[in-house]
């Protein structure tokens, strides 16, 4: 079967077999639907986590103990529930933006051990990743950009860009104007159209089917 993205909380993963990388996406929390996205380095076998949002005892049996590294991609509860779970099982390095990283830590009880922000790479084997902060939905999200030698980019988005969308702020105009004009200018601007990207909840997207819209967002105001 091929890859969809299209997965659900209780449901079997889906995987993604690219040339030098392995994705496995996995939905947690039937109420919450998040995406949390294994990604595994074919030549190393090093491990990667993007999001232990809920449901560690899934998410231990998905990475196994070999996991090296979780991105929690921002501050939000419902993406950092697992974390400590994951971390006390495997001692797996903790990655999060910096501006969000202190509140993870506050919130979960877990030290974040590399704050990063813009030009800061995260590897996994010898797949590199790009880290590019997105302010607006929260001040330190983060998404990661995977430049795939062999065929097009990916980019785990957090929830920073849906398929529709960018994400929620809350009704405050200042924070949703931050969170278009950096999708616009740090993801539409630099990103082909091809890019696929792994939004926090929900199924992919493609940057290409997003892009006319961008105007129609940004007056709407959401």
């Known amino acids: 079967m091929s890859y969809t993205g299209a997965v659900h909380a209780g449901g079997d993963p ?6 030098r990388l392995t994705i496995t996406k996995l939905a947690v929390d039937e109420q919450m639907s998040n995406n949390c996205y294994l990604l595994e380095c074919r030549a190393t076998g090093a491990r990667l986590l993007v999001d232990a949002a809920d449901d560690g005892t899934r998410l231990l049996e998905l990475t196994g103990p ?3 590294t979780v991105v929690t991609t921002h501050q939000h509860w419902d993406h950092h529930r697992a974390l400590r779970e994951v971390v ?5 390095t903790t990655v999060a933006g910096v501006p969000d990283a202190e509140a993870i830590t506050e919130q979960t009880g877990v030290e974040i051990d ?3 922000g813009a030009d800061d790479t995260v590897s996994v084997g010898e797949v590199t990743l790009q880290v590019i902060p997105i302010a607006g939905h929260t ?3 983060v998404c990661l950009r995977y430049d795939d030698p062999d065929g097009h980019p990916h980019l785990w988005t957090g929830d920073c860009l849906f398929p529709g969308g960018v994400g929620a702020t809350f009704g405050n105009a200042e924070a949703f104007a931050q969170l278009i004009d950096e999708v616009e200018t740090k993801i539409f601007g630099t990103l082909p159209d091809d890019t696929w990207f792994y939004p926090g909840h929900g199924d992919d997207g493609q940057l290409g089917t997003e892009r006319p819209h961008l105007a129609e967002w940004r007056e709407r105001g959401w």
């Open 88 to 92: 006390l099982a495997t001692g797996a």
């Open 139 to 141: 001040p330190g999200s």
């Open 14 to 19: 889906d995987v993604r077999e690219l040339s």
């Open 114 to 116: 590399r704050p990063v």
């Open 66 to 68: 070999s996991l090296g």
